[in-house]
């Protein structure tokens, strides 16, 4: 059984691109979460998805969007990169039917903006 | 939502036990404690839960006094291998998990 999964592990980009990260959620989950994690910082929420809609959001600009497909993958989208875009980027997903609160994390989109 | 505090930074050697101790006074009635470690370039890995008293499993110990205002990660004989950021969270159920700086442990051989 596959945990979740990120692609692309690592990507450049320029000042001012667009970039656009997915993630493949745990079987059986159908609730995403993406976050964004700074060097020496803890993750920090971005946004959530459940049922293909945004559920909940964290202090983001709307630079960050995302998106859910019926099979629950995800994407998270970022336009008009800036040098502090620089990070992380986590995917988390969830059962949330089950009322558990434990999420499984992927290893990760490491994003450098040049 | 329950606010955390944790110490920023723990160090420790080889073959020690390590107490984590996280505050969580606003704790609402429903809350679980949940801890999850994250080791550098990696996401976060959950390791233990807990409501009440005492939660044991094979990484580590969980221990919550009565009033469940703070709870004390324990990990016993750490190898270098538990250098990690511990993160204590109270969250809640349908709601993203919700990280604050964590705890660095670092050991030393």
């Known amino acids: 059984d596959a945990g979740v999964t990120q692609s692309p592990t690592h990507l450049i980009k320029t000042r001012g691109q667009q970039v656009t990260l997915r993630c493949s959620p745990k079987s059986g989950h159908d609730t995403v979460s993406w976050y964004q994690q700074a060097l020496g910082q803890g993750p920090q929420f971005i946004f959530q998805?459940?049922?293909?809609?945004?559920?909940q959001r964290g202090n983001f600009p709307d630079r960050f969007s995302g998106h859910q497909f019926p099979n629950y993958s995800s994407e998270l989208n970022v336009n008009a990169l800036l040098l502090g875009d620089s990070a992380l980027y986590l995917c988390?997903?969830?059962?949330?039917?089950?009322?558990?609160?434990?999420?499984?994390f992927g290893q990760g989109t490491r994003l450098t903006v040049v | 939502l329950a606010k955390t505090t944790q110490p920023i930074s723990m160090d420790s050697y080889e073959g020690q036990e390590v107490n984590i101790t996280c505050s969580h006074n606003?704790?609402?009635?429903?809350?679980?404690i949940t801890w999850y470690q994250q080791f550098p370039s990696q996401g976060p890995r959950f390791i233990i839960q807990g409501y009440k008293t005492k939660v044991t499993n094979e990484v580590a110990s969980l221990f919550i006094p009565a009033d469940r205002k703070s709870s004390t990660l324990s990990l016993p004989r750490v190898s270098l291998s538990d250098t990690a950021v511990y993160y204590c969270l109270v969250p809640q159920a349908g709601t993203a998990l919700i990280f604050g700086k964590g705890t660095t442990l670092s050991v030393s051989s």
């Open positions: 988390a997903s969830s059962l949330r039917l089950s009322g558990a609160t434990e999420a499984f």
């Open positions: 998805y459940y049922e293909e809609e945004e559920r």
């Open positions: 606003n704790i609402a009635t429903n809350d679980y």
